[in-house]
């Protein structure tokens, strides 16, 4: 056990041995003496604490002060009424703090226990109680800014943890104080009705037991049960302001001794007017005038030396931006920072920053979140920081999307306007500004606010210019999000699938497959629109086969295949007889007979003429699709599904072609056409 632990178990057993067993009046004072410093470490602890959380442990030490008093306000009890000698500390508050009187005592006592109550007490349940409810509610608004933050790249992911981690203890400790402001008012009542205990059981003893006269018996149990209140109440009153300060700090940069000087005393317009009405009042009213004069000018001096320190700390503040300016300007740059590349990026012209600016209703940043979101819920991968920057070369309505800091793609809206599309069954025509939707590049206009309802009422699709890009963003990135995944992601996926199945990553990784191999299989799904998602199944169709071929691309096929379910939902609504196009089997063979096999991997040596005769016969058959309104789906077989995707990839970009293997057997398929050569 550590010394610190068995410190705090000792501190918390002595506090029960004292509500059993009667302890001598020496080893009272002691613990008296122990309690009285606690106090005081408490109290200045709060005051230097830069932040509450510095003290995040202090509902706990009310629990443990308040028992520990408890305890001594019994064993003193005991020692009053048993013998009438409580010990040195004890007599020494009654006699020589309540001024021997036991008048003078009781209202002392009095006074304390009214000020810890009603004052101290009252206000720090109050500002405990509502910090906790404020603090409760602003949680979504500080949990939405670090996740701008995050996605403009201002942080980290470990800063933002960090900062997420803060906010949850700020709030269980807000919380846990309001609750625990309780112990110290219940510690004063406790207080107040021991003492009241204590002198009835103390007249009651001294006439009873010792023959006592009532007079006698009333002066001495009363002014040692008051000496008892005093010993008891002065720690508490101490723990009650320490209360106070941590629940009212406000400050999170410096102690609380500086700020709070600097507060009431650096202002020197202050310290005059002060010093003068000071001055004014000894010199024009019955007033102690040596007092307030001399007063008044301590008041005035200061005044005059604190504003001589602001302005020689402005002339050094001064002295020391021209120095570092100078400094920077004589230094070599420092180019490293530039070699930066980021995965994604949103440029935009001055025109578009109000849709970035929470300041200007912009929500923006929220839509990037949103995208992340769904992309990690639809693709199973998480997508790099966004970063987001105003560019003032572009036009002021421009926007471009880079990938790994190339441009990939690009937009243009009208910031006050709407978008809308024809779906295809609207008869009656709007007038706008023609353009084209920047995503999939539909033919669109441009409507004003005043035309909008009157559009969705026609049945176009209406849609505002934030919607524009986030939507256009959201398919760049689903574009390109397989060459986004990196090592290190691939790295983080297989450490979260470790720490469920263990078996199955020690097996696979690094003994069967290489990082690199494993990265090469998912970026393949991730290709065609895959989802990772399911990285248990994935993993588990790779250690089986891994063993006979480490060749990703075929690696691939058996993971697609062990994904069917997966790839019927993607691509084959359920209940619906989808149409389809399927590959001649001539066709299959040529392509096959062309594969050639290298060190590197396996390529195509298809005759030109041949490829041509193909290509215009996908794009036949796929105008059939199209014309009724369905995806581009083309059926193979397993051997040469991955071939052919190859062959057709650079020329049609969005073609789905899936093997027979991959499709359900619940699954209802129409073949409209056939592709040949």
Known sequence: MKKADLGVALYILTAFVMFIVSIPSFFLDVLLAINI????????????????????????????????????????????????????????????????????????????????????????????????????????????????????GAITDQEAKIRRDKIQQEASFFGSMDGAVKYVKGDAMAGLLITVVNIVGGI??????????????????????????????????????????????????????SVLLKQLFGVPKVLYMTGGVIAFLGIVTPLNPVIFVTLGMVFIIAGRMVAGTIETAKIEQEVDADEVAAEEIRQPENVTSLLQVDPIELEFGYGIIPLADV????????????????????????????????????????????????????????????????????EEEITGIPTFEPSFHLPAIWITENQRERAESMGYTVVDPPSIIATHLTEIIRQHISELLTRQDVSHLVENLKESNPSLVEELVPKLLGLGEVQKVLQNLLKEGISIRDLLSIFETLADYAATTR???????????????????????????????????KIEQEVMAAVKQTEQGAYLNLEPEKTKAIMNSIGTEVGKLESLGKAPIIITSPIVRMYFKRLTEDYYRDLIVVSYNEIESNIELQSVGMVTA
């Open 359 to 426: 300041n200007q209703g912009g929500d923006l940043l929220d839509r990037v979140v949103m995208i992340r979101r769904q992309i990690a819920l639809e693709l199973g991968t998480v997508v790099p920081i966004i970063r987001l920057r105003d560019n003032i070369q572009l036009n002021p309505n421009q926007y471009i999307i880079k990938i790994k800091g190339i441009q990939v793609s690009e937009g243009e809206i009208l910031f006050d306007h709407y978008m809308a599309m024809n779906p295809g069954y609207v």
């Open 551 to 585: 060749d990703t691309d075929i690696l691939t096929e058996y993971v697609r295949q062990g994904l069917k379910r997966a790839i019927s939902a993607r691509f084959f609504p359920a209940n619906e007889t989808t149409s389809v196009v399927t590959l001649d089997p």
């Open 204 to 257: 009651a003893m001294g006439v009873l037991r010792q023959g006592m006269d009532i007079g006698d018996a009333l002066d001495k149990y009363t002014i040692l049960t008051i000496g008892d209140g005093l010993v008891s109440q002065i720690p508490s009153l101490l723990i009650s302001l320490s209360t106070g300060i941590l629940v009212t700090k406000g400050s999170k940069d410096a102690d609380f001794g």
């Open 37 to 152: 410093a606690t106090a005081f470490i408490v109290m200045f602890g709060c005051m230097f604490a830069k932040e509450a959380l510095d003290m995040s442990y202090f509902p706990t030490v009310l629990l443990f002060t308040t028992i520990f008093r408890i305890a001594l306000n019994v064993s003193s009890t005991k020692l009053i009424l048993l013998k009438g000698e409580p010990g040195n500390v004890v007599t020494t508050f009654g006699q020589f703090v309540g001024g021997g009187d036991l008048i003078i005592g009781v209202i002392v006592f009095v006074i304390l226990i009214l000020i810890q109550f009603m004052v101290i007490n009252k206000g720090s349940e109050r500002v405990a109680e509502v910090t906790a409810r404020f603090t409760l509610d602003a949680m979504p608004g500080k949990q939405m800014a670090i996740d701008a933050d995050l996605n403009t």
